[in-house]
């Protein structure tokens, strides 16, 4: 599976593309002039890394998804003035069948590297699209995703695509001099045939039925801003 296919977005003033990684692109994951990217402590500090590559590391990663037979990943790229700047990656990881093979699911992970985009909506609606590529194209029952509490930025912007709470993991990382917890989240394929086989006859609670109608417009929003290549 490797990489993702090329998937144009535009949304207001704004225009970015979640397209493969080229491995020329790796450096500016590490990029100094840019302020050092996954270098910086601001970046890593709710990923769970406390150590900083350098472009083998990103050479390495790189090889390591063109080989994955389970992983999908995007680069996101922004897009100004027909120039393409790479800002950061969005993935869908272990993409498989669990429950005894009758569920297709994947972990979601994201970050972009260079926190003078932050704020702007850009994972926002990078997750609406990787979300709506999970369930209408890839036919996935269910998308994880886990975020340190802290990560305040995180969890809204996975909220905006129905992503809901599980369960908590205590004490999971020690960020800035407090041991973090770490909240476990879920997004259900909201379209009919995969609701009825997660739920079966169980009556889905509230929080799941408003969650459904979340990823549901998130979906209808993609289908609309994304131009899949
Ligand atoms: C987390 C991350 C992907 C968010 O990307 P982003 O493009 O800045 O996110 P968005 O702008 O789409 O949405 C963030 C929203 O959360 C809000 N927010 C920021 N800090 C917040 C906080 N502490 N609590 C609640 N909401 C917060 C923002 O104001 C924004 O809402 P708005 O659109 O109403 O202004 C980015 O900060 C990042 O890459 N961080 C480093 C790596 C990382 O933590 N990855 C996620 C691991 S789970």
Partial sequence: MAFGPIMKVRT?????????????????????DHGGGMQRHSVTKYLGRNLAPVLEDEYEWFDRVRASKDDIVWGIWLVEDDERTLIGNSSLNGIGDSHAGFIRQATSGSLIFRPEHWGKGIASSAHKVRTWYAFQHLGLHRVNSAVIQANGGSATALSRSGYTFVYTERNESFVDGELRH???????????????????????????????????QAMAWASKNVELA
């Fill in 12 to 32: 207001g003033e704004l225009s970015f593309e979640l397209a493969p990684l080229t491995r020329d692109s790796m450096c500016e994951f590490v990029n100094i």
């Fill in 182 to 216: 770490m909240d476990c989240l879920e997004c259900l394929n909201p379209l009919d045939l995969f609701w009825r086989q997660w739920w079966h006859g169980d009556r889905p609670p509230a929080s799941a039925r408003r969650a459904r109608q979340l990823t549901l």
